[in-house]
């Protein structure tokens, strides 16, 4: 590496030290944006937007691997996940524009506030009892994370469909009450149908991987379930696909 004394940065020149001023802005931000995840705070300590995004873009970008493994990327980004400290001023324009939903009777989707080939960012907005009916995120992984409130969730595993792909059986691998702070997870195959129902007022922050995109969004779908377990059996349940 070369060497520079202190009479190599007195001689630089005038165009050459705008330059490195300009760019300072730029590399200060980069560098917080990177130390915020690895170095600069200690190893469990909360993390910025831009570090979690940061963090999140590299994981997801593993998919592409043959090695690749959904349950190990769920685990790391989970970690990460439960790290991202929710009252960071990159994630409150998210927040302002789903509480603008508040009295619509309906749960508020702020979708994509942030977008990458390999992921997307989604903002969920329930009030008490709206609730989201058993669906399911083909090919995809999921990483939800509970910013404020109390909701509960239910997630199924397919466990036989007719022919005709109508009729189908699930099923139920958990039933939990997910607290602020606390994160489910889904991959391709496992816990992928879920259904949630919000107990009071809930924010959530999920993470996909591979991001929605047209096709994904065309062979999703939405289940009629029968709330009583098929021939007795209390965690299988027969279902109907819309």
């Not at 999921?142 to 199924?156: K, S």
């Not at 792909?165 to 702070?181: A, F, P, R, Y």
Request: proline share 3%; hydrophobic share 40%; net charge negative.
């Amino acid at each position: 590496m070369d060497e520079y004394d202190r009479r190599s940065f007195i001689t630089t020149s005038l165009p050459g030290l705008l330059g490195v001023t300009m760019a300072l802005p730029a590399l200060t931000a980069f560098a917080t944006r990177a130390n915020a995840f690895q170095g600069r705070i200690k190893e469990n300590g909360a993390i910025n937007w831009d570090a979690f995004l940061t963090a999140i873009e590299k994981e997801a970008a593993k998919q592409h691997l043959d090695n690749w493994s959904e349950n190990d990327y769920i685990k790391r980004a989970s970690a990460i996940m439960k790290r991202l400290n929710i009252k960071d001023p990159g994630l409150e324009a998210a927040f302002l524009n789903a509480e603008r939903g508040i009295g619509n009777k309906r749960v508020d989707f702020i979708p994509m506030i942030e977008k990458k080939k390999d992921y997307h960012v989604t903002l969920l907005q329930f009030e008490e009892e709206e609730e989201i009916s058993h669906h399911d995120h083909p090919e995809m992984t999921g990483v939800i994370l509970n910013a404020t409130g109390e909701i509960e969730v239910w997630n199924y595993d397919m466990l036989a469909e007719r022919e005709d792909k109508e009729d189908v059986l699930l099923l139920q691998t958990n039933h939990t009450m997910l607290s602020k702070g606390q994160v489910s997870t889904l991959t391709s195959k496992e816990r992928n149908i879920h259904r949630l129902k919000a107990k009071k007022f809930t924010q959530l922050i999920d993470i996909f991987a591979p991001p929605y995109d047209k096709q994904k969004i065309a062979d999703s779908s939405w289940f009629d379930v029968d709330p009583e377990g098929y021939k007795g059996q209390l965690e299988i349940y027969q279902a109907k696909r819309r």
